[in-house]
C-alpha cells in the first residue's frame, strides 16, 4: 500500500459523459501527478499540481482538465468521452516538485467508455 | 521532445537465470532514468533509478547502467525469481518540462 488512494475504482460510462475521478495524496506528499494507461499508448503522463497550482502539463486533452484542492487532494474531470478514452487512470504523489522525486503510486482507476 | 524506446516488449527466462531490458532515449540533455515495476493489476512502483552522473547503480539483484554517448540505459536482473515476473517500464525525463516520457514496457515472465 503506497497511502496515495483513488476513488472509484472502476467506472463504466457513456459516450458523451463526464466523470470525475478522485485522488488523495500520501500524508505530506505536496504534488499529486496523472497518468493514463492504456494498451496501445502505454504510460502517459498528463499533468502534475504542486500545493493546489499547476506545476506541468503533457498530453492532457482539452477535454480533460485537473485540480488541486487546499486539502491537497486532486479531481481529474475527463468531459466529452469518447471509446478511446477507456484507460487505466492513475495518480501518484511525492513531496516536492521535481519529477526526479520517487513518486507513490495510487491503485488506479479503470474507465470504460460504451 | 523526449522519445523513448524500450526493447524488447516480452521476455521469457528461466528462473535464476538473467533478464536484460534496454531503453533509448532521445533528449540528449535528459538527466534521470528511473525504473518501475507493474505486477499484473498492480500500480507501477520505483525499484530503481540512475541520474546522468554516474554510470552504473546496483541495488542487491537489480542494476542500472547508462551510456549517455549512445544514449541507452538498461535494466539488469540476476537471479531472477518467480515474483520478478511483471511489466518493467523504463522513463526518462524531457529537461526543462519535468516531464517523464516511459517505455512502452518489457513483459517478463520468468519460468519456475
Known amino acids: 500500500d503506497s497511502g496515495v488512494t483513488q476513488t472509484p475504482k472502476h467506472l463504466i460510462t457513456a459516450t458523451g459523459q463526464r466523470v470525475t475521478l478522485r485522488c488523495s495524496p500520501r500524508?505530506?506528499?505536496?504534488?499529486v501527478y496523472w497518468y493514463q494507461q492504456s494498451l496501445d499508448q502505454g504510460l502517459q503522463f498528463l499533468i502534475q499540481?504542486?500545493?493546489?497550482?499547476?506545476?506541468a502539463k503533457g498530453n492532457i486533452l482539452e477535454r480533460f482538465s485537473a485540480q488541486q484542492f487546499p486539502d491537497l487532494h486532486s479531481e481529474l474531470n475527463l468531459s466529452s468521452l469518447e471509446l478511446g478514452d477507456s484507460a487505466l487512470y492513475f495518480c501518484?504523489?511525492?513531496?516536492?516538485?521535481?519529477?526526479?522525486?520517487?513518486?507513490?503510486f495510487g491503485p488506479g482507476t479503470r474507465l470504460l467508455v460504451l | 521532445g523526449e522519445n523513448v524506446e524500450q526493447h524488447p516488449s516480452t521476455l521469457s527466462v528461466q528462473e535464476g537465470d538473467s533478464a536484460v531490458i534496454k531503453c533509448t532515449y532521445s533528449?540528449?540533455?535528459?538527466?534521470?532514468f528511473p525504473w518501475y515495476k507493474q505486477e499484473l493489476g498492480k500500480r507501477p512502483q520505483l525499484i530503481i533509478d540512475?541520474?546522468?552522473?554516474?554510470g552504473e547503480k546496483k541495488d542487491q539483484r537489480i542494476a542500472v547502467t547508462l551510456n549517455k554517448t549512445a544514449k541507452h540505459f538498461s535494466l539488469h536482473i540476476t537471479e531472477t525469481q518467480p515474483e520478478d515476473s511483471a511489466v518493467y517500464f523504463c522513463?526518462?525525463?524531457?529537461?526543462?518540462?519535468?516531464?517523464?516520457?516511459f517505455g512502452t514496457g518489457t513483459r517478463l515472465t520468468v519460468i519456475p
Open positions: 540512475i541520474r546522468s552522473n554516474v
Open positions: 501518484a504523489s511525492s513531496v516536492g516538485t521535481s519529477v526526479k522525486e520517487t513518486q507513490y
Open positions: 500524508s505530506g506528499d505536496l504534488s
Open positions: 499540481y504542486y500545493n493546489g497550482e499547476e506545476r
Open positions: 533528449d540528449s540533455a535528459s538527466n534521470y
Open positions: 522513463a526518462a525525463i524531457e529537461t526543462g518540462a519535468n516531464n517523464l516520457f
